[in-house]
């Protein structure tokens, strides 16, 4: 029997790989391989698809947020306050900008950043707070920045995982500024890695996009010291080919979630994903728990190893918070400072979910979770 993956980039790659060759040809033609035509286009089409007026596209994600947050000034001394789950690029970026991450809990129903935590870590050093859209639903960016109650503090959208996602009709980014990804798994994937921030602030635009152009508008100009984190065009012919499809994979998410959630309903020992009122998820990830809190990891790691050994793809986003991380170790958190984070990192799961993703295949993978569950 065919194994069920997580994702399904062939799937996706089947629909769109006549015109991406198209698109290629284009580019081997004119041999225009960093920025150009397609990636200006591309940038246009994706910022009137997520309802800002500025789209600066970029190599990585990691690279997008950090490229704000260096536009915006910070470097050694300021802080930034983020949720310490969720992967480990959002706080990579802050520290690469040569800020301090302060780590954040998170709420134990939708594992969106903790609103009142967060308030309670605003400090007089703090430049930023990020929000991270996890698994495909936007964090409720109103409430953290009335929490904010007017401090001199910017919103920093990670919209990695939420690509065509709404928080009351509006997508990350509106009105503010967002980083995002395009790595392969991601809604939106380019055959490689890419990323882009968006934004309605035309200088902040500006400044990310001389940061990742080597400091320059122009070739040759270097206002400030900047690097190279370019978009390709390669990519970008990629990204438009899938960017017409997304608001329909979307759809196909959104009907998969449902399809999960009508028959895992009433499970003992298995907790849906819960959806904030507002929203419309775009599904990144189908993410269950396992077992009862505190109970630890042991229960979902057998189950993600029974489940892989019948050839279903569950996955664990994330396993460590990043407190725990060696990466991070330094910032002196030990086990016991987040406990939602913490005990969600034990029980979590994500099931295969992709716009491919089959009725059949999805009634296979929930008879085996519950056999697991046991
Ligand atoms: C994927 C991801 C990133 C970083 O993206 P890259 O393109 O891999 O650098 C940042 N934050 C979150 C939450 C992500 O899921």
């Known amino acids: 029997m065919r194994g069920i993956p997580l994702v399904d980039l062939k799937a996706a790659h089947e629909e769109v790989e006549e015109e991406v060759r198209e698109g290629f040809a284009r580019v081997l033609a004119t041999t225009g391989f960093v920025g150009g035509p397609e990636v200006a286009a591309f940038e246009q089409e994706f910022a009137a698809f997520s309802g800002v007026s500025r789209c600066v596209g970029v190599s990585n994600g990691t690279d997008a947020l950090e490229l704000v947050l260096r536009a915006l000034g910070l470097g050694a001394g300021d802080e930034v306050v983020l949720p310490v789950n969720t992967f480990a690029a959002t706080a990579e970026a802050v520290s690469l900008a040569g800020a301090t991450p302060v780590f954040v809990d998170c709420d134990p129903d939708t594992q969106l950043i903790d609103v009142e935590a967060a308030a309670a870590a605003i400090g007089p050093r703090t430049k930023v707070l990020i929000p991270v859209h996890l698994y495909g639903q936007l964090a409720p960016v109103e409430r953290l920045r009335e929490a904010l109650a007017g401090a001199p503090v910017r919103i920093v959208e990670d919209a990695a995982q939420c690509q065509g996602a709404t928080r009351f009709g509006r997508q990350a980014g509106v009105g503010g500024v967002a980083a995002t990804s395009f790595y392969p798994g991601k809604n939106l994937g380019a055959y490689g890695d890419a990323g882009a921030v968006v934004t309605d602030d035309a200088e902040l635009a500006d400044a990310v996009r001389i940061r990742a152009n080597h400091g320059g508008r122009s070739k040759y100009e270097h206002v400030v010291v900047g690097r190279n984190s370019r978009l390709d065009a390669l990519q970008a012919v990629v990204l438009r080919a899938k960017l017409k499809r997304l608001a329909g994979w979307n759809e196909a998410r959104r ?54 050994a019948d050839g279903i793809g569950a996955g664990v986003h994330y396993p460590y918070p990043l407190h725990l991380t060696p990466a991070f170790a330094d910032l002196d958190h030990f086990r016991g400072a987040f406990p939602h984070a913490e005990d969600a990192a034990d029980r979590i799961l994500s099931l295969p979910l992709h716009p491919h993703l089959t009725a059949e ?3 296979r993978v929930v008879e085996r979770l519950l056999a697991a569950v046991g």
């Open 255 to 308: 009907a998969a979630a449902a399809r999960y959630h009508a028959l895992l309903a009433g499970q003992d020992g298995i907790q849906l994903p819960a959806v904030l009122e507002g929203n419309e998820h775009v599904w990144h990830l189908y993410v269950v728990k396992v077992g009862e809190p505190g109970e630890g990891a042991e229960r979902r790691d057998a189950v993600v190893e029974k489940l892989n």
């Open 361 to 363: 295949e999805q009634e």
